[in-house]
């Protein structure tokens, strides 16, 4: 199974010991030690109100939120998780702009740490527009255990490829 595609940028080392756990079928456990549930976020109703909580507690001055749904058409294989849609229009004399997140649907079956880091990771966007250090500070902001939560993430993302769902 090709892991590299979602850890290709960690150290030979790191890469090595992750290898390791899927060889001997081990990461399945060591995610559910870890993260024993997925969380209740069921819904886009349900999404909306979990995403614009950590908006309105973080960011209270950005501008508000249009949409956040669960989205079946973002694909992982791309690299994306999520997106973050940001559309400016003219209407009238005005310029108005629209902010969406919408969140892979891989992630309605997941720990809410993961959700989180996603969610999170979305909001940043709202700020910072470029994956620069400015954007991974706002992260780690919002989420203090940013970047572990990324990298179980990446490490979820390799055991679901598996075929063997942690959370039914």
Same mark, same amino acid.
């Given at each position: 199974?090709p892991?590299h595609?979602?850890i290709? +940028?960690? @150290?030979p080392?790191l890469?090595?010991k992750?290898?390791? %756990?899927? *060889?001997n079928?081990?990461?399945?456990?060591?995610?559910?030690d870890k993260y024993? !549930?997925a969380?209740n976020?069921?819904?886009?109703?349900?999404?909306r109100e979990? =995403?614009?909580s950590?908006k309105? $507690?973080?960011?209270? *001055? @950005? !501008?508000? %939120?249009?949409?956040?749904i669960?989205?079946?058409?973002i694909?992982? =294989?791309?690299n994306?998780?999520?997106?973050?849609?940001y559309?400016?229009r003219v !209407?009238g004399?005005?310029?108005? @702009?629209? +902010?969406?997140?919408?969140? @892979?649907?891989?992630?309605k079956k997941?720990?809410?740490?993961f959700? $989180?880091?996603?969610?999170?990771h979305?909001?940043?966007?709202?700020k910072e527009? !470029?994956h620069?250090?400015a954007?991974?500070?706002?992260c780690?902001?919002m989420?203090?255990?940013?970047?572990?939560?990324?990298f179980?993430?990446?490490?979820?993302l390799?055991?679901?490829?598996t075929?063997?769902?942690?959370?039914?």
């Amino acid at each position: 199974m090709p892991i590299h595609k979602y850890i290709r +940028n960690y @150290s030979p080392e790191l890469i090595d010991k992750v290898s390791i %756990l899927v *060889k001997n079928n081990q990461l399945r456990s060591y995610l559910l030690d870890k993260y024993p !549930q997925a969380h209740n976020i069921y819904n886009d109703n349900e999404l909306r109100e979990y =995403v614009t909580s950590l908006k309105n $507690k973080h960011m209270k *001055k @950005s !501008q508000p %939120l249009q949409k956040v749904i669960y989205d079946n058409k973002i694909h992982v =294989v791309n690299n994306a998780l999520g997106l973050h849609n940001y559309i400016s229009r003219v !209407q009238g004399n005005k310029l108005k @702009s629209i +902010n969406e997140i919408r969140i @892979s649907s891989i992630f309605k079956k997941t720990p809410e740490d993961f959700l $989180k880091m996603i969610a999170v990771h979305e909001l940043a966007h709202l700020k910072e527009r !470029q994956h620069n250090r400015a954007f991974y500070r706002l992260c780690q902001h919002m989420l203090e255990n940013y970047h572990q939560l990324e990298f179980d993430t990446r490490l979820y993302l390799i055991q679901t490829e598996t075929g063997d769902a942690l959370y039914e």
